[in-house]
């Protein structure tokens, strides 16, 4: 009778303990690094009914500061502090009823590959080639519909729906990105996005710490970032820090009550995004914009929460050191709480100071886009820790200036360029702003350029040979088109010829495509190759001189190098009077056209072309 009650109880302890460890459904950050500047890690522990239970760790050089509970009993947050002298190994998690051990949880810390230092960001000599993963190219088609997922279905044909495209894809053709002289890729989220329809391009994501298994497996992900190094391509991580999608794990069972801003009651955002910076904004105009959610589906996530804050954080860390980044680039960076912002890009930037992160402010106003980047000195005292941010104003001015008709008023035309460029004085660091001619959010450069392939030329010349980090989004080196389909995200983010095994056009190889694009893709190739070698254009000073009769010319120089840029927007040739760039061109006497390498004496003065753009080595 003895026996069998102890047998009984043995079987209840198992049970417990079997039970318990079951339901330990997440902790998070999956693994950390040992040598870390910051020494302090927190960790996110989800089981069911966890916070009855007590930690306790026994590994040297790891000492539990501090634990707190969750709203949730779900939850339980465990501040941790890892010594110098720490050394990397797994190690047990115990929890404890009581004095009584219920069960232990593995945890493991890692050797850091790289030091802080030597994790170097994406600058000035960068040249970044934005891509859509599900639409670049399907390079495993095995993982187009995963069960289990909301989302079963892969139709080429909706244009809201998942295409198919993958990082095996991506892996596959970065020959081809090498080749075209891009020295960076920024794919737009690859993380889990299981939602019901709708989530291709990567933005409502599901669970920080996954990659979406329809885009392929962590160690393709890493297997990305290591071949893009070998070919001289760093890899940004596209972030989102301010919303996630309204199928997160977490959102059943939150883990603080105001963990995700409004909710209870879903409010949209106001989008009113001057209320960072306006003197007179109204207290429920700011949290309108701040907590309000991007789009019903897309919840927002709470950065004034410590623990959410926290968590954020070091998952941007754990990327950065699981993949080996170069840079990072962080959507709707304005739409979070800005003393969140803040600490973030801070605590980023302080565990690796040589990193780069770009964060997406899209406003026209330079006012506003320079308020964020790092070391730019506001009235209210407000201090973000950006490398860069894109230049949508700039974005702006060149369309614009590109569209209006020949002839314009002096005002426009070329001189919005002109006026552009010129308040650049509102930057800290003119020269780390992204600039670009369209992106994933926008019609296409040669769709908005009304389909004109000789502004659209100008358009890249302009892009590739002004201060900044350029950014060309994929399908531009082949005119991609989404009209008549204006501002449909769909369309915008169309699928690139030759990335599935049925294309009959394949612009890797040029097969099918017509005598523009091949002519397009041809000239981006030569100016991004003609770019990353000559350090005059990536790192060189700028000097530019008022558009006349609609043609604008600017210089990039350094001590023993020149280049000179005329854009000219008239249908007809131009011949310029190089007397009034004296004070640069000083005793040069020749200007070799890098086109076709023909050299012209100055004194005769220089003929641009009609809707074109030239560009000079000036001997």
């Not at 950050?29 to 760790?57: E, Y």
């Not at 465990?78 to 945890?107: M, P, R």
């Not at 369209?438 to 002004?466: G, P, S, V, W």
């Not at 501002?487 to 049925?502: A, C, M, Q, T, V």
């Amino acid at each position: 009778m003895q026996f069998n009650k102890f047998i009984l109880g043995f079987l209840i302890v198992i049970c417990h303990v079997g039970i318990i460890s079951s339901q330990i459904q997440h902790i998070e950050p999956l693994n950390w690094w040992v040598g870390m500047k910051n020494p302090n890690l927190q960790l996110l522990i989800n089981g069911n009914g966890i916070s009855k239970l007590t930690p306790k760790i026994n590994y040297p050089g790891v000492v539990i500061k501090k634990i707190t509970k969750g709203d949730s009993e779900n939850y339980i947050f465990l501040d941790l502090t890892i010594a110098k002298t720490t050394k990397a190994g797994k190690f047990k998690i115990d929890f404890f009823e009581k004095s009584k051990k219920v069960f232990a949880q593995d945890y493991e810390l890692l050797n850091r590959k790289l030091e802080s230092k030597n994790f170097k960001g994406f600058n000035s000599k960068d040249a970044i080639y934005l891509i859509t993963p599900d639409r670049f190219s399907n390079g495993d088609p095995t993982n187009d519909v995963v069960s289990g997922m909301r989302e079963q279905k892969v139709d080429r044909k909706n244009e809201g729906g998942r295409h198919g495209g993958d990082i095996r894809g991506i892996i596959n053709h970065l020959d081809y990105i090498s080749d075209m002289g891009f020295t960076a890729i920024w794919p737009t989220p690859v993380l889990e996005n299981d939602m019901n329809d709708y989530s291709y391009h990567g933005y409502a994501i599901t669970n920080h710490y996954k990659v979406d298994p329809r885009m392929g497996l962590m160690s393709d992900y890493k297997e990305l970032s290591e071949k893009a190094k070998t070919k001289g391509i760093k890899l940004i991580y596209d972030g989102v820090i301010n919303h996630t999608g309204s199928y997160y794990w977490w959102m059943n069972d939150l883990p603080f009550k105001d963990w995700i801003n409004f909710p209870d009651s879903i409010q949209i955002t106001s989008h009113r995004r001057t209320v960072n910076q306006d003197l007179y904004a109204s207290k429920i105009d700011k949290e309108k914009m701040t907590k309000g959610w991007f789009v019903s589906s897309m919840p927002d996530m709470n950065g004034e929460n410590p623990f959410l804050a926290n968590y954020l954080i070091q998952n941007t860390i754990w990327w950065i050191e699981s993949l080996q980044l170069g840079g990072i680039r962080q959507d709707t960076y304005c739409y979070s709480d800005k003393d969140f912002s803040k600490k973030w890009s801070c605590s980023v930037m302080d565990e690796y100071p040589n990193f780069s992160i770009v964060g997406e402010e899209w406003s026209y106003n330079p006012l506003i886009t320079s308020y964020w980047q790092r070391d730019k000195v506001n009235r209210d005292s407000y201090k973000s820790c950006l490398t860069t941010t894109m230049d949508f104003p700039l974005q702006l001015a060149l369309v614009t200036a590109l569209k209006e008709k020949e002839g314009t008023s002096v005002e426009k035309g070329f001189t919005r360029i002109y006026e552009s460029i010129a308040n650049d004085f509102v930057y800290a660091h003119p020269n780390d702003i992204m600039i670009f001619g369209d992106n994933h959010d926008m019609d296409r450069i040669y769709t908005q350029l009304n389909k004109d392939e000789k502004l659209t030329k100008i358009a890249i010349a302009f892009i590739l040979t002004t201060r900044g980090i350029p950014q060309i989004y994929y399908g531009t080196e082949i005119l991609a088109d989404n009209t008549p389909y204006l501002n449909n995200h769909g369309f915008i983010r169309s699928d690139f010829s030759g990335g599935w095994d049925n294309d009959t056009i394949n612009a890797f190889t040029g097969k099918g495509l017509s005598a523009d694009q091949l002519s397009m893709q041809k000239y981006v190739k030569f100016l991004l190759n003609y770019r990353k070698t000559n350090n005059v254009l990536t790192n060189g000073k700028l000097l530019h001189f008022y558009p006349i009769d609609d043609v604008y010319v600017y210089f990039r120089y350094l001590e023993n190098k020149m280049v000179m840029v005329a854009l000219n927007r008239n249908e007809s040739s131009k011949t310029l009077d190089m007397s009034r760039f004296a004070e640069i061109i000083k005793q040069s006497k020749i200007a070799k056209d890098i086109f076709d390498n023909k050299e012209y004496l100055l004194s005769n003065g220089l003929t641009i072309n009609g809707k074109s753009a030239t560009i000079f080595e000036i001997k």
